[in-house]
T-cell receptor
Framework: GENVEQHPSTLSVQEGDSAVIKCTYSDSASNYFPWYKQELGKRPQLIIDIRSNVGEKKDQRIAVTLNKTAKHFSLHITETQPEDSAVYFCAVRPPGYSTLTFGKGTMLLVSP | EAQVTQNPRYLITVTGKKLTVTCSQNMNHEYMSWYRQDPGLGLRQIYYSMNVEVTDKGDVPEGYKVSRKEKRNFPLILESPSPNQTSLYFC????????????FGSGTRLTVV
């Protein structure tokens, strides 16, 4: 099956700084890469996604970049705010599977 | 309101006592899945379903059963729960995995003593 590695496991930044979380995957035929945000005590919620035919996608302060050759994709959060503090999960849709494989998560802490 | 509903939200049970966690979605989604979340291990898939009567094992299916007799419901069954099944469980559904990912339920925190 697909192997998804996510780094770092924890990330602390000052408010206003940028944060970058990276995920690597093993199967080059994987074609869909969503990112989820999970606030403390809540369910994971989709915040941005990208498909394999696109290199970058932006939505206000968040962006996702995909490097298919290197088999990695990254979440970029600019001008971080305390409310960005949460656990972030990347996910991959492996080819031939109608489901998602998740990374282990990154706990982001934004200090005021 | 479009949603995925899990019940119960919290459950404490004893080893060996069969239990069922229900999951229902009102969005006519074909895809449904169960994940467990444990500290340091992220979200690991237990079972998933692509449609009625179509289910498949995920990464950690041992000790669990599922059924998909109706499109809206996807219950998770623990025939003989053990303490290592103490976890936070999420049900999720999707119209199209490739385009929308999963919508998650609120979670069920299960403790097996």
């Amino acid at each position: 099956g697909e192997n998804v590695e996510q780094h770092p496991s924890t990330l602390s930044v000052q408010e206003g700084d940028s944060a970058v979380i990276k995920c690597t995957y093993s199967d080059s035929a994987s074609n869909y890469f969503p990112w989820y945000k999970q606030e403390l005590g809540k369910r994971p919620q989709l915040i941005i996604d990208i498909r394999s035919n696109v290199g970058e996608k932006k939505d206000q302060r968040i962006a996702v970049t995909l490097n298919k050759t290197a088999k990695h994709f990254s979440l970029h959060i600019t001008e971080t705010q305390p409310e960005d503090s949460a656990v972030y999960f990347c996910a991959v849709r492996p080819p031939g599977y109608s489901t998602l494989t998740f990374g282990k998560g990154t706990m982001l802490l934004v200090s005021p | 309101e479009a949603q995925v509903t899990q019940n119960p939200r919290y459950l404490i049970t004893v080893t060996g006592k069969k239990l069922t966690v229900t999951c229902s979605q009102n969005m006519n989604h074909e895809y449904m899945s169960w994940y467990r979340q444990d500290p340091g291990l992220g979200l690991r898939q237990i079972y998933y379903s692509m449609n009625v009567e179509v289910t498949d094992k995920g990464d950690v299916p041992e000790g669990y059963k599922v059924s998909r007799k109706e499109k809206r419901n996807f219950p998770l069954i623990l025939e003989s729960p053990s303490p290592n099944q103490t976890s936070l469980y999420f049900c999720a559904s999707s119209f199209s995995i490739d385009a929308y990912g999963y919508t998650f339920g609120s979670g069920t925190r299960l403790t097996v003593v």
